[in-house]
């Protein structure tokens, strides 16, 4: 197992992953993501790719469920996250938070 890698259980199925703390913001609209593709709701996620590498799987315990890391945008710095999500209501009732993610292996 890699270092600082950990079981974690999601619906049933366990995952080896990394467990990292990232600030989180959200967002939405109709737009294409970074890597050629439509932003989806329970999927889409905007990551720094020099920290998250496009592509990776990410489980967000805070919402349930795994997204892909598909997107950056000017201000996803560092260990920062942008969530895409379906209203612009539902953004902003997410605010920004601070929370713990895992990077799927």
Same mark, same amino acid.
């Given at each position: 197992?890699?270092?600082?890698?950990?079981?974690?259980?999601?619906?049933?199925?366990?995952?080896?992953?990394?467990?990292?703390?990232?600030?989180?913001?959200?967002?939405?609209?109709?737009?294409?993501?970074?890597?050629?593709?439509? #932003?989806?709701?329970?999927?889409?996620? $905007?990551? @720094?790719?020099?920290?998250?590498?496009?592509?990776? =799987? &990410?489980? !967000?315990? #805070?919402?349930?469920?795994?997204?892909? $890391?598909? @997107?950056?945008?000017?201000?996803?710095?560092?260990? =920062? &996250?942008? !969530?895409?999500?379906?209203?612009?209501?539902?953004?902003?009732?997410?605010?920004?938070?601070?929370?713990?993610?895992?990077?799927?292996?």
């Amino acid at each position: 197992m890699k270092r600082n890698m950990t079981t974690v259980k999601i619906n049933g199925k366990e995952y080896k992953a990394k467990k990292m703390s990232v600030k989180a913001t959200a967002y939405c609209g109709s737009q294409m993501t970074s890597t050629g593709g439509w #932003a989806k709701v329970k999927r889409t996620i $905007a990551v @720094d790719p020099k920290v998250i590498p496009y592509g990776t =799987k &990410i489980y !967000i315990p #805070a919402l349930n469920f795994i997204g892909v $890391a598909e @997107d950056c945008g000017s201000a996803i710095k560092n260990n =920062k &996250i942008d !969530i895409f999500m379906s209203s612009y209501k539902e953004c902003m009732n997410w605010g920004i938070k601070n929370i713990e993610i895992y990077i799927l292996d």
